[in-house]
């Protein structure tokens, strides 16, 4: 069940940051021929815990564990005119696991909703001239489990100043979604037969803009404007009136959000690097948050290097959240999930990065093992963990 496990998801993406990258030689000879430049694998295992499960209307556990999989790679090659040509081939599946989803049907104990898998490829093509600093790409994706089927397809263009310090990025994406509406057991019609669908889309624009303002200090602004539309509720969420009625959540089928952000990176030196983000975030449902992150890597030996890293996160409640218990029939919209209530998070952790001069396990052209660790703690009593290990070819 998509948003079931989507904060697991959300932390595994602060795992993938990429390395920064070495500017092209454009003295060197460049392939016309399609040649693999890089390969990432990654693999993690996510796993948490609570009290607040929504399916059970915010009581109940949250234990829920995810195995993922992915395998990226890049193929370069220039044209006759020096353009750059990648395309970047991208292909992830999970597995879960989930307690509260398995409460869907209450008279069942390991029902087929205690977990799921998801399978989630993607291509990217990516259209470079480095003489003049322009960058085209377009991309298509989909994600595919039992109740959710998501296509996606995005946009943009890069230039760079006269004098390549600073860059302007424009992206647009859009996914579009089919949704089973898989209610609890206990409201659904008897002798009904087989799962209604539902629409639901995303639009989002994205606008940034980096700079590289001297040798030791780069910076990035960030504004995304995103609009969805369609079921936005999710089918299997009970609430639970004060009269001690059992009712599915109902929301909106509207929402916008406008994140707001800022990075900078700080080089003390050659072996420490400052990386540092704050992001706004607000949007109709009038929940608003603030996010904090800072990451140290510290280059400790030529081929071994440390990154320490802290999150921070705090969010006003959504309008139409309310506990256990709470809610009546004077409310148009309500939920009893957690994910849209009041709370503050801490997400801390530590990366190793390893680059031996052989290769990993001495093979030449895999040059990078990375393992990242880290443990999110959130004021609604929920906890999880999580472990990623990346390895990558070049």
């Given at each position: 069940?998509?948003?079931i496990?989507?904060t ?5 993406g ?6 920064q ?7 060197s000879?460049?392939s016309?021929k399609?040649?693999?430049e890089?390969?990432n694998?990654?693999?993690?295992y996510?796993?948490?815990?609570g ?13 829920l ?16 005119t ?5 395309f970047d ?7 879960y ?5 398995d ?14 898998n ?5 291509l ?21 489990e039992?109740?959710?089927?998501s296509?996606?397809?995005n ?9 390549k310090?600073?860059?302007f990025?424009?992206?647009l ?24 669908s539902?629409s639901?889309n995303?639009?989002?624009?994205t606008?940034s803009?980096?700079q590289?303002?001297n ?6 602004l ?8 369609g ?5 299997f ?11 599915q ?9 406008i ?9 003390v ?5 400052i990386?540092?983000y704050?992001?706004?975030y ?6 608003q ?17 440390l990154?320490?890293?802290y ?7 959504a ?6 218990g709470?809610?009546t029939?004077?409310d148009?919209y309500y939920?009893?999930n957690?994910?849209l ?17 052989n ?17 999110y ?6 906890t ?5 290990i ?5």
């Amino acid at each position: 069940m998509k948003r079931i496990f989507i904060t697991g998801l959300a932390l595994l993406g602060l795992f993938q940051a990429r390395a920064q990258n070495v500017p092209t030689d454009s003295t060197s000879y460049k392939s016309k021929k399609l040649k693999i430049e890089e390969v990432n694998l990654v693999s993690s295992y996510y796993t948490q815990d609570g009290n607040n499960a929504a399916v059970t209307g915010g009581i109940g556990s949250q234990h829920l564990t995810d195995i993922a999989n992915t395998i990226d790679v890049k193929l370069v090659k220039y044209g006759e005119t020096g353009i750059k040509h990648t395309f970047d081939i991208e292909a992830g599946i999970d597995h879960y696991t989930s307690a509260s989803s398995d409460m869907i049907d209450l008279s069942a104990n390991s029902s087929a909703s205690s977990g799921d898998n998801r399978f989630y490829p993607s291509l990217t093509y990516i259209r470079e001239n480095e003489e003049k600093g322009q960058t085209l790409a377009v991309g298509v994706s989909s994600s595919t489990e039992f109740d959710y089927q998501s296509f996606g397809g995005n946009i943009s263009f890069s230039k760079k100043t006269k004098d390549k310090n600073g860059e302007f990025t424009a992206k647009l994406q859009t996914f579009i979604d089919q949704l089973k509406l898989i209610e609890p057991i206990e409201l659904r019609t008897p002798g009904g037969g087989g799962y209604d669908s539902a629409s639901r889309n995303t639009f989002a624009g994205t606008l940034s803009y980096s700079q590289i303002i001297n040798q030791r200090l780069q910076v990035m602004l960030v504004g995304d404007v995103i609009s969805q539309n369609g079921y936005l509720s999710l089918p299997f969420h009970r609430v639970y009136f004060a009269d001690g009625s059992v009712h599915q959540e109902k929301m909106p089928d509207t929402r916008l959000k406008i994140p707001l952000g800022l990075r900078a990176s700080y080089f003390v030196g050659d072996n420490v690097i400052i990386r540092a983000y704050y992001r706004y975030y607000t949007d109709d449902w009038n929940l608003q948050a603030h996010t904090a992150d800072l990451e140290i890597p510290v280059k400790l030996t030529q081929a071994f290097s440390l990154s320490p890293f802290y999150r921070y996160y705090s969010q006003t409640g959504a309008k139409y959240f309310k506990p256990y218990g709470a809610h009546t029939a004077a409310d148009e919209y309500y939920t009893s999930n957690y994910d849209l209530s009041k709370f503050d998070s801490s997400f801390f952790g530590m990366g190793m990065k390893f680059t031996p001069p052989n290769g990993v396990f001495g093979l030449k052209h895999w040059n990078t093992l990375e393992i990242r660790y880290g443990h999110y703690t959130r004021t609604t009593n929920m906890t999880s963990d999580i472990i990623s290990i990346n390895i990558k070819y070049k």
